[in-house]
Structure formats: structure tokens, C-alpha cells
Nanobody, 112 residues
Framework: QVQLVESGGGLVQPGGSLRLSCAAS????????MAWYRQAAGKQREWVAT???????IYADSVKGRFTVSRDNVKNTVYLQMNNLKPDDTAVYYC??????WGQGTQVTVSS
């Protein structure tokens, strides 16, 4: 059974930082492309970043230069380091893999 469990969300002031984690089980993690998505209230879910099994990283224009995706194939965990956060980054952040599996999400709120 595949499980993706996100953590690390919270309330942060504009300009602040957070690091999200997504712990995966039930997959051969090192072989999987992992992605982060987010969904703001009343909006469609949008792609944020992807890290391939070869460690290639791709970002949405809206987060490029501020967010960094990384992975630890020993811990079966993918991370999203988010710096210089803006109110528009407020959303539920989800981990995704295999075109099928989603985590439960973690709330990120950027507000003063």
C-alpha cells in the first residue's frame, strides 16, 4: 500500500521560510519521480516542483528562485524548502507520485 505523508506546514510571516517533508512508503522510492502541488482555497490544484529519479529539478515560474526541492533516497523522503514566502503561497501543499498517489496535504499560511 502506497502512503505519502506530508509534514512541516504552518503559519509564517511574509519573507519567512518553511521546509515541507513527504515521507513515502510502499514504493521503490529511488525509482520514482516525486512532485509537489498546492491548492489555494477556491482555486484549482497547481503544480509547484518536480524532482526526477536522476535528481533533475523543475519548478513553476511562480516559485523559481525561492523554493528548492530535494530528496533523500535513504529516508524515502522528498523535501520542499520554501524561502521568501509570500501571501500568494498560502495553500495546502501535496506530495504526488506515479500519476496516481497523493498525500493528505499540509497547510501553509503566509500572513502577518
Amino acid at each position: 500500500q502506497v502512503q505519502l505523508v506530508e509534514s512541516g506546514g504552518g503559519l509564517v510571516q511574509p519573507g519567512g521560510s518553511l521546509r515541507l517533508s513527504c515521507a513515502a512508503s510502499g514504493i521503490i522510492f529511488r525509482n520514482n519521480i516525486m512532485a509537489w502541488y498546492r491548492q489555494a482555497a477556491g482555486k484549482q490544484r497547481e503544480w509547484v516542483a518536480t524532482i526526477t529519479n536522476y535528481d533533475k529539478k523543475i519548478y513553476a515560474d511562480s516559485v523559481k528562485g525561492r523554493f528548492t526541492v530535494s530528496r533523500d533516497n535513504v529516508k524515502n523522503t522528498v523535501y520542499l524548502q520554501m524561502n521568501n514566502l509570500k501571501p500568494d503561497d498560502t495553500a495546502v501543499y501535496y506530495c504526488h507520485t506515479d500519476g496516481t498517489y497523493w498525500g493528505q496535504g499540509t497547510q501553509v499560511t503566509v500572513s502577518s
